[in-house]
């Protein structure tokens, strides 16, 4: 079956590292995402992407925060000088029709800023 | 402001027993769905009610909507403890083009099925 897989499982850096987060999406599907999940709390959204371009992003992708595609399969999240606050699991997200609405989830990225 | 409200924040039941979580939201929606994520795990998708439907039903899940109350409710029948995980109901807000481009979670509600 078809999954979205994300690498690394885990990683450990430094405050003010940068960091890029990488996905590879179902490869049929049109629409990316990137949610975190503070441990023990809500699912937040951070952006949507969609044509090679950002869709909709959230509050919280600030300057800081940038997706791309870089060669037609993987999805990237970068965090250029990470804070303490950006410790959380990031999930990548895919789906094939806007229309039909299902998001097919990686297993997560785990990052924690010391 | 907020979206995906879920209530009760916890709930603990028997096996066999049917549980009942509900979702509260604010805006116009595309659709509604509930995903199911394990400890530490991703989410995986369990159910998709579009905002013209009602009532859905898949296996022992149970999935209700009222737009007038903004609201909806996931019935798990017959619960088994391999049931046990967070639920989270996931909003699709409309855009201005009648479709929409993210969902927004709610905290969810932590399922705990003892044997």
């Known amino acids: 079956e078809p999954e979205v897989t994300q690498t690394p499982s885990h990683q450990v850096t430094q405050m003010g590292q940068e960091v890029i987060l990488r996905c590879v999406p179902i490869s049929n599907h049109l629409y990316f995402y990137w949610y975190r999940q503070i441990l023990g709390q809500k699912v937040e959204f951070l952006v949507s992407f969609y044509n090679n371009e950002i869709s909709e992003k959230s509050e919280i992708f600030d300057d800081q925060f940038s997706v791309e595609r870089p060669d037609g399969s993987n999805f990237t999240l970068k965090i250029r000088s990470t804070k303490l606050e950006d410790s959380a699991m990031y999930f990548c997200a895919s789906s094939e029709r806007l229309a039909t609405g299902e998001l097919f989830f990686g297993e997560g990225s785990r990052l924690t800023v010391l | 402001s907020q979206q995906g409200e879920e209530d009760p924040q916890a709930l603990s039941i028997q096996e066999g027993e049917n549980a009942t979580m509900n979702c509260s939201y604010k805006t116009s929606i595309n659709n509604l769905q509930w995903y199911r994520q394990n400890s530490g795990r991703g989410l995986v998708h369990l159910i998709l009610i579009r905002s013209n439907e009602r009532e859905k039903h898949s296996g022992r899940l149970r999935v209700t909507l009222d737009t007038s109350k903004k609201s909806s409710s996931l019935l798990i029948t017959a619960s088994r403890a391999a049931d046990t995980a967070s639920y989270f109901c996931?909003?699709?807000?409309?855009?201005?083009?009648?479709?929409?481009?993210?969902?927004?979670f709610g905290a969810g509600t932590r399922l705990a099925v003892h044997p």
């Open positions: 996931a909003t699709a807000p409309i855009i201005f083009s009648g479709g929409y481009n993210k969902l927004i």
